[in-house]
């Protein structure tokens, strides 16, 4: 299992039986393959429908049918589709119960830097300014680190998306919640040790008393 697909099966079993989600474009799309057995979410996505499936198979793609990201997905039954307007006011509306999104920096404060590559030209950082604000939780599924770099700061030094809104942080090494004290390492990776992950980190990390493995 690759670190991406660890962190989306991770990520999966953060969401509650009756959710309405949405999945950012790259590593969280993969969340909609490891959805949990037995409860029922609906994934949104903010071009205009409810109701995605797993990712589709290679060769099967549908190229009328893509997310936010232009990603082909495949729509479960009863899905619906309707005009981003409508979309968005399910966002902005308060009805999205979480949203993951990658992300390229977030601090210790819970700001979120997701739409700016340097040296890179990008096309924006679409919905996600609307996400971040609407949804009820905000889950970053992102690499530890970038070549090396750290990306869990003390302060983001790219243009951010979003202030103080992330609430839970998972990558390959860990699962951190975002509170008032900092961040708090609540699950570790067993590859890894406490020692590992802090210096993969430049935000001082609160270890909870209670920490536990990764279980997926």
């Known amino acids: 299992m690759n670190d991406k697909e ?14 309405v ?12 393959n490891f959805l949990p057995e037995g409860i029922e979410i609906t994934l949104q996505s903010e071009n205009g429908f409810l109701g995605i499936g797993p990712v589709p198979e290679e060769g099967k793609e549908d190229p009328y049918l893509v997310n936010a990201g232009g990603i082909p997905v495949t729509i479960n039954p ?21 949203t993951v999104l990658g992300a390229l920096e977030v601090d210790e404060k819970g700001n979120l830097a997701n739409w700016m590559v340097p040296g890179k030209m990008v096309p924006g950082m679409g919905g996600a300014m609307d996400l971040v604000t609407g949804a009820k939780r905000v889950i970053v599924a992102m690499s530890h680190t970038a070549k090396g770099n750290h990306k869990i700061l003390k302060q983001c030094k790219l243009p951010l998306t979003a202030v103080n809104a992330v609430d839970l942080i998972v990558t390959e090494m860990g699962v951190m919640e975002v ?30 008393e209670n920490l536990k493995h990764i279980e997926i």
């Open 78 to 98: 009863g899905g619906s589709f309707f005009d981003s307007a409508d979309s968005f006011a399910i966002i902005r509306g308060g009805h999205v119960d979480a």
């Open 179 to 208: 509170t008032n004290k900092g961040i708090v390492l609540k699950e570790i990776n067993p590859e890894y040790s406490v020692e590992d992950v802090q210096a993969a980190t430049e935000a001082t990390l609160i270890v909870d």
């Open 21 to 32: 989600v949405n999945l950012g474009i790259g590593l969280p799309t993969m969340v909609a």
């Open 6 to 19: 660890y962190i989306a099966r991770r990520v999966a079993k953060e969401l509650n039986d009756g959710d």
